[in-house]
């Protein structure tokens, strides 16, 4: 069955979320705007079982909005053990310092252990991998040819490692294994547009 990608901004800081869908059940990653109307219209209009939902890392802008989906779709939520606590910690995810003083308690959740994970949803793979450097919570997931990485690879920007629990080196490693994967064609970041494997590769290897 075929699978559709929609991108929504975040607010009130401009990151992304997505929407990965086919006719009835769908995905969503980094859901960080609450009472986001126009992603909750676009599910309801569609009929979409919201079935998993995962987070990249840690940091308020990706998971301002996961305690609205939880309540709204009781999907399953799949991040790190780090962003697990990120969560839950208004320094942590950094919320603090944009005056939100977020933070929530999740209960349904798959942690994705170090070696990596796969789950079989729809007739495809979601494979999971660590990719830390941006921070120690990052995970990334790779379906089918695209791959979502969070911050880890935001187009035409180099990668943001000054951030608590950030490391310049395992950013190096974490993109390299990125750009190893088999199949990739288009790696979708936290912010901004999408990029091609190419295009990511003539950046990432100069800077």
Known sequence: MKLYIKRFENRPVDSNCFLIFNKSTAIIIDPGTQNHIELYEFIAEKNLKVEYCIITHGHFDHVYGIEDIVSRYSPKCILSSESLNYVGDIKKNLSVFYGKQFSYQLENYIIVPEEGHIINWEGYELEFYYTKGHTA?????????????????????????????????????????????????????????????????????EN
């Open 137 to 205: 919570s990052c995970i990334s997931c790779k379906i089918n040819n695209d791959v979502f990485v969070g911050d880890l690879m935001i187009k035409g920007e180099k990668t943001v490692t000054k951030l608590p629990s950030g490391n310049r080196k395992m950013a190096e490693k974490s993109i390299d294994i990125i750009l190893n994967l088999a199949g990739i064609e288009i790696i979708y970041g936290g912010h901004g547009e999408p990029m091609t494997k190419m295009e990511a590769q003539n950046f990432f290897n």
